[in-house]
C-alpha cells in the first residue's frame, strides 16, 4: 500500500476513489435528477408527452429506488437515529394495513387496489430519502442544486410573466392537451388572470420551487462576500426572477412561506453571531424593496393579488374568526372532527388524497371532507396509526430544528437555520401525503437541510486566490 501511494505520488495523480465514495456520488447524481425531474415533470405532461400524463407522474420513483439500493449496499442510512427507524417502520405498517383494510370499507370499491398503492407511494416511499441524503451528500452538492435552482429561476420567471398575461386557456397555461382530462386547469387570481403554474402542474408546484430557491438565494445574500460562489451581479438578476415570480403568483400561500423564510434569516442572528447584522438588515431590505416596486413594477399583478386577497378574505372570515390565519391554523385542529367516527383501521389507504376525488371515489359510510393533511391521515390510516403518523411529523420538525441550531452555532453558517424555514411548515403539516410535488420538494429539501446542518465548519466557497480569475469570466462559476 506504502509503495502505491508512493507511486500515485511521484505521477502526481491522485488516487482513485473509493467504491464507497464513487457510490456517494452516484447518490447525489441521482438527487440533482430528482430535483430536475421535479421541475420539469410539469413540462413534459403539460407541453411534451400529454399522452402519457399519468405515468409520468410516477417519473421520479426508480431513481429513488435506485438511491435506496445504493443506500442499502453502502451504509448510507443512519444506525441508531430512532427516526430513521420509524420511517422505515411505517412503510411496513402502511403494507399491513393494506391487507387489513381489504376485509373492510375499502373492499366495496372498485378502484380502492390502485388507490392503495398511490397512497402507499404518497405517504412512505419517499420519507427515508431526507435521511439517506443527510449522510449521502457533501456541502458541494448542496451547492450543486442551488447553481440550478438559480439558473433556472430566470427563465422560469420569464415564463411567469408569459403566463400571467396570457389568456386563461391558452397552452402556455393549460398544456396542449387535446382532452379536458388531459389539460391542467390550475385556479385564477381574477377573470383575467391565472396564477402562473411555470413548468409545473399546478401552482403549488411553483410556489415549492420559488421558496426553496429564495431560501438558498437569501442564505448566500447573507454571507461574507468571500465565501459566496456566485457574482453579486448574478444574485441580482436571481433575486430579481424569483421577486418576479412571486409578484405574479396570486398565491397568498407563496408570500407567507416566502415570509417564514425571511423570518427564519432574522431569527438566525441569534445563533450566528458573526453575521448577525447582515442576517437582519439584508432580508429587511429586499423586503421593504419588494414591497414599495410590486405597485410600480407590476401594477396588474398587484391590483390582482389585492383583490384576490380581500374576496378570499371576506369569503374565510365567514367561516373562521381570523380569516385567512384562522384557515391556516384549521389544519391543526380539524383532524379532531374525523377521530371519533373513522374505524380502527382507517377508510382505506388513499381514499381521502387528490386521486380519489379525480376517479370521482365516495367512501361508503364517510360524509366530510379531510381538507388537510392531519385529518387526511386520520381517514386513510385510522385513529391510532394516523395520531402516530402525526406525531413523526411534530417529532421530526423539532429534531430537525435541534439539528439546524446546532448546526448553525457550529459552522457560523446560518444556511441549516434559512433551509428550515422553507421546509417546516410542510413538513409539519403542509400536503405531503396529498400533493406529489409537495412530496417531492418537502422531503428532499428536508434531506438538504440536514446537508447544512451537519456542515462541520464553513469553508469559502470561493477561495480568494481565485478572485482575479473568477471576476475576469462572463459568468463566474454559475455552472461548476
Known amino acids: 500500500m506504502l509503495l502505491a501511494e508512493a507511486s500515485a505520488g511521484s505521477t502526481g495523480r491522485a488516487p482513485r476513489a473509493t467504491a464507497t465514495e464513487r457510490a456517494r456520488r452516484q ?14 415533470e410539469g413540462a413534459l405532461r403539460k407541453w411534451l408527452l400529454i399522452s402519457w400524463g399519468q405515468p409520468l407522474f410516477f417519473i421520479r420513483d426508480p431513481f429513488v429506488l435506485a438511491i435506496y439500493w445504493l443506500a442499502v449496499r453502502y451504509g448510507f442510512y443512519p444506525r441508531g437515529n430512532l427516526l430513521a427507524a420509524a420511517a422505515l417502520a411505517f412503510g411496513f405498517l402502511g403494507l399491513v394495513l393494506i391487507v387489513v383494510q381489504a376485509t373492510g370499507v375499502a373492499a366495496t370499491i372498485d378502484k380502492w387496489p390502485l388507490l392503495a398503492a398511490y397512497g402507499w407511494r404518497n405517504y412512505f416511499l419517499y420519507i427515508p430519502l431526507p435521511f439517506v441524503i443527510g449522510e449521502a451528500l ?9 447553481r440550478i435552482a438559480f439558473l433556472l429561476a430566470v427563465p422560469i420567471a420569464a415564463l411567469v410573466v408569459l403566463q400571467f398575461r396570457a389568456p386563461l386557456e391558452a397552452p402556455i397555461n393549460v398544456g396542449f392537451g387535446a382532452s379536458l382530462a388531459q389539460q391542467f386547469h390550475g385556479l385564477s387570481i381574477d377573470m383575467n ?12 408546484g411553483q410556489k415549492e420551487f420559488v421558496v426553496t430557491s429564495l431560501a438558498m438565494l437569501i442564505a448566500l445574500w447573507v454571507m461574507p462576500a468571500a ?7 448574478q444574485m441580482i438578476v436571481v433575486t430579481v426572477a424569483l421577486l418576479t415570480c412571486l409578484a405574479l403568483s396570486g398565491s397568498r400561500g407563496a408570500m407567507l412561506a416566502s415570509g417564514l423564510v425571511m423570518l427564519g434569516a432574522v431569527a438566525s442572528a441569534a445563533v450566528v453571531r458573526r453575521v448577525a447584522a ?26 390582482a393579488f389585492l383583490t384576490r386577497w380581500t ?22 385542529y380539524d383532524f379532531f372532527h374525523f377521530l371519533g367516527s373513522t374505524p380502527f383501521s382507517g377508510y382505506g389507504l388513499g381514499l381521502a388524497g387528490n386521486a380519489s376525488l379525480i376517479l370521482g371515489v365516495t367512501i361508503p359510510g364517510f360524509t366530510g371532507w379531510a381538507e388537510s393533511d392531519w385529518s387526511r391521515h386520520i381517514v386513510d390510516l385510522g385513529p391510532l396509526l394516523g395520531m402516530t403518523f402525526i406525531g413523526f411529523r411534530i417529532a421530526l420538525v423539532i429534531w430537525l430544528a435541534g439539528m439546524c441550531v446546532s448546526g448553525a452555532r457550529r459552522s457560523g ?25 409537495v412530496n417531492g420538494f418537502t422531503w428532499l429539501f428536508t434531506g438538504l437541510t440536514l446537508v447544512a ?23 463566474p462559476n454559475l455552472l461548476r
Not at 454 to 471: D, K, L
Open 311 to 332: 374576496e378570499a378574505q371576506v369569503s374565510e372570515t365567514q367561516v373562521f374568526a381570523w380569516g385567512f390565519f384562522g384557515r391556516v391554523f384549521y389544519a391543526f
Open 453 to 475: 446542518a451537519r456542515t462541520e465548519v464553513a469553508q469559502p466557497m470561493v477561495q480568494s486566490a481565485r478572485g482575479p480569475a473568477i471576476a475576469a469570466t462572463p459568468f
Open 193 to 204: 388572470h391565472t396564477r402562473p403554474m411555470g413548468t409545473f402542474t399546478s401552482d403549488v
Open 227 to 233: 465565501r459566496r460562489y456566485l457574482a453579486r451581479w
Open 27 to 40: 447518490v447525489a447524481a441521482l438527487v440533482v435528477v430528482f430535483y430536475l425531474l421535479l421541475i420539469f
Open 138 to 146: 457533501r456541502p458541494a452538492d448542496l451547492e450543486r442544486i442551488a
Open 278 to 303: 447582515r442576517t437582519i438588515v439584508v432580508p429587511a431590505l429586499i423586503v421593504v424593496l419588494a414591497v414599495a416596486l410590486f405597485p410600480i413594477l407590476f401594477p396588474e399583478g398587484y391590483s
Open 413 to 437: 453558517n446560518p444556511l441549516p437555520i434559512i433551509l428550515f424555514a422553507s421546509c417546516a411548515f410542510e413538513l409539519l403539516t403542509g400536503q405531503i401525503t396529498g400533493h406529489g410535488t
